[in-house]
C-alpha cells in the first residue's frame, strides 16, 4: 500500500508502530492479591502489582477488564488497586468479581500496549517479568 500511495526520497525508508489497537489485546498483567480490605463503603483488593508494572489506568484513566480467575460465585463490587503508597495506584473502581481473597489470581486485561516498556523501579520495586507465549 505505501509502495504504491507514498512519494519517498531515494534511500528513505518507512517504519510503522504497531499501535495500541492491535498490541493492546495481547498482553495480559497476572496478579496476585495480597489483601482485602474492608470497609463500609468499599471492598479493596489490594495486588502485588501496581502502577509500576501497569501505569497507563493511574496516568490516562485508561479502561482494562478485571478478572478473578481463581474464585467463582456471586458477585460483589471491589475496588482493585496497587500496593504502591499513592493514591492513584488504581486499577479499577466497583469492579464486579466473586468474592476475593488473599492469593488469589487476578488478571488485567488488554495491557500489552505500553504495559512492559512504561513500568518503572519506583518505589525500588523490581520490574515484572515478562513472558512471551508463541
Do not use: W
Not at 495480597?34 to 495486588?47: D, E, G, P
Not at 496516568?59 to 488497586?81: A, R, T
Request: aromatic share 8%; glycine share 8%; with cysteine.
Amino acid at each position: 500500500m505505501f509502495e504504491q500511495h507514498l512519494v519517498r526520497r531515494p534511500g528513505q525508508q518507512v517504519h510503522v508502530e504497531l499501535g495500541r489497537s492491535i498490541v493492546a489485546q495481547s498482553g495480559t498483567l497476572v496478579s496476585r492479591v495480597l489483601y482485602v480490605k474492608r470497609s463500609q463503603q468499599t471492598n479493596f483488593a489490594i495486588l502485588d502489582a501496581g502502577m509500576t508494572e501497569l501505569i497507563r489506568p493511574a496516568l490516562y484513566g485508561s479502561y482494562h477488564q478485571i478478572q478473578n480467575v481463581s474464585s467463582q460465585g456471586s458477585k460483589q463490587l471491589y475496588d482493585v488497586v496497587g500496593p504502591i503508597c499513592e493514591s492513584s495506584d488504581t486499577f479499577g473502581r466497583e469492579v464486579a468479581m466473586p468474592e476475593t481473597r488473599r492469593g488469589d489470581l487476578v488478571v488485567i486485561r488488554s495491557a500489552g500496549a505500553y504495559g512492559e516498556v512504561m513500568a518503572s523501579n519506583y518505589n525500588l520495586r523490581e520490574k515484572a517479568e515478562a513472558v512471551y507465549v508463541g
